[in-house]
């Protein structure tokens, strides 16, 4: 009996499955799609700086001069704006001070220069501590605090100092002067914040700003003293 014919030789063949095309190999220079955008890890996220955004931007969120109520503190409008006011004048002053110290320190010159040295420093530190002071009650009435060096220049009351090195009793006059200016501010500014009711500013100018102003020039007030030189029997 002959062998039946095989089933596969009847059949045609199947045809072949097309191969998947291959993947292109992205360029050597290429980034990943999401950088900038989480650094490839979550497009909703974008960790890298956006830059010049001053060019073009909103309003501001306070303007300066006013005051908004942010924390209730049992002050009205009219209270805080006074108060901001005073204190505002009196951080342009601090701040001037605070950078006379530090010029001063710097080129100070003379026999008494290591004393002086030493001595302007330590007043620059402290002047930099009621800097802070003041600015954080002006923030804390809702006010906006003057920062800038060019804004605090054109507030201040103190005035400018040459950039030429000058001598050490020149130098203590001015400091005297400009801490004269501030303590005269204090005296009046402490008086009206008690009459308005504003205790926190009172006691800022009183217990702070005043005191301290008055140990330094305790301090630097008696490098200028005439005292004669006497000789020991």
């Not at 800097?131 to 103190?158: C, K, N, P």
């Not at 140990?215 to 020991?232: C, D, I, K, N, Y």
Request: aromatic share 4%; charged share 20%.
């Amino acid at each position: 009996m002959a062998a039946p014919a095989k089933t596969a030789a009847l059949k045609t063949a199947a045809p072949k499955k097309a191969a998947a095309p291959a993947a292109k190999k992205a360029p050597a220079n290429a980034t990943a799609p999401n950088t900038g955008k989480g650094a490839g890890t979550n497009p909703a996220v974008d960790i890298q700086p956006i830059l010049n955004q001053q060019n073009h931007a909103p309003a501001p969120t306070q303007r300066f001069g006013t005051v908004s109520q942010r924390l209730p503190i049992g002050l009205d409008e009219a209270t805080r704006q006074s108060s901001v006011t005073m204190l505002n004048q009196l951080l342009a002053d601090t701040i001037t001070l605070r950078d006379m110290y530090k010029k001063h320190h710097w080129q100070v010159v003379g026999p008494t220069f290591y004393q002086l040295h030493l001595l302007f420093d330590k007043h620059y530190e402290e002047q930099a501590e009621l800097v802070d002071a003041i600015a954080e009650r002006i923030q804390i009435l809702g006010g906006v605090a003057v920062a800038m060096a060019h804004d605090v220049a054109e507030l201040s009351s103190i005035p400018r100092v040459p950039r030429d090195r000058e001598e050490a009793p020149v130098q203590v006059s001015r400091l005297l002067d400009g801490h004269q200016r501030i303590l005269k501010n204090c005296h009046d500014y402490a008086g009206k914040a008690d009459e308005s009711g504003d205790d926190g500013t009172n006691d800022l100018i009183v217990s702070q700003l005043v005191r301290t102003n008055e140990m330094q020039v305790w301090f630097v007030s008696e490098h200028v003293v005439e005292s004669p030189l006497t000789r020991a029997a």
